[in-house]
């Protein structure tokens, strides 16, 4: 198991475009993070999936963001309608127990 | 004010000082992460602490909860050390981390 995979690392899009981003996290992980990372900043969480249920999201998910875990192993995050405010580097992180994080290399968004 | 309040917020020294980056916070916590991040984005945990003291290689790190306070610790740093450095805690009955702003250590050799 090679850790936690994120794609793309980055992404330059225009406004009003719409974003995917994946997340392979460690693969007996069931627990799954979804983080955004502005400039000068420390990550803030976004959303949170236990297998393939989303426990918990961030008022800071607008309505544009949606995330998926459909079959409990990959994640995807989708931003629609992109706006610059979004440009953030996206992190994704999992873990088995509570404790014991494994973060992945992160996806930089760039909103032109 | 923030729930996790990281100091300094930049530090430079010179290679082979002994380095102390603090981190406060303001909530009852379960558990605390010292990640390292370096340009690029990724993140690597260093430690996760919930009392006492833990020692791996030339860094350590310590933790006192009835005073909301941990500390970072590196001992003859090194060029290579340079990176920010982030505290983060889990609160009670809570399964997401939250962050300080981190602290951007710079080692001149």
């Known amino acids: 198991d090679t850790g936690v995979s994120q794609n793309p690392r980055h992404k330059i899009t225009k406004r009003g475009q719409n974003v995917t981003f994946r997340c392979d996290p460690i693969?007996?992980?069931?627990?799954l993070y979804w983080y955004r990372q502005t400039l000068g900043q420390g990550p803030e969480f976004l959303t949170y999936?236990?297998?393939?249920?989303?426990?918990?999201k961030s008022r800071l998910l607008s309505d544009r963001f949606s995330a998926e875990r459909p079959k409990g192993s990959f994640s995807t995050l989708e931003i629609q309608r992109t706006e610059q405010g979004d440009s953030a580097m996206y992190l994704c992180?999992?873990?088995?127990?509570?404790?014991?994080?494994?973060f992945g290399s992160g996806t930089r968004l760039t909103v032109v | 004010k923030n729930e996790v309040e990281q100091s300094p917020q930049n530090l430079t020294a010179q290679e082979g000082e002994f380095i102390t980056i603090n981190c406060s916070y303001s909530?009852?916590?379960?558990?605390l992460h010292w990640l390292q991040q370096h340009p690029g984005g990724g993140i690597v945990s260093l430690f996760m602490?919930?009392?006492g003291k833990k020692k791996h290689g030339r860094l350590i790190a310590t933790i006192n909860i009835q005073e909301k306070h941990s500390s970072l610790h590196i001992t003859a740093s090194h060029p290579r050390d340079s990176a920010v450095y982030i505290c983060?805690?889990?609160?009670?009955?809570?399964?997401?981390?939250?962050f300080g702003t981190g602290t951007r250590l710079t080692i001149i050799p």
């Open positions: 992180a999992s873990s088995q127990a509570l404790y014991g994080y494994t």
């Open positions: 693969s007996e992980h069931n627990r």
């Open positions: 999936f236990q297998n393939e249920a989303q426990l918990e």
């Open positions: 909530v009852g916590i379960s558990a």
């Open positions: 602490l919930s009392s």
């Open positions: 983060a805690v889990y609160n009670f009955g809570n399964e997401k981390l939250t």
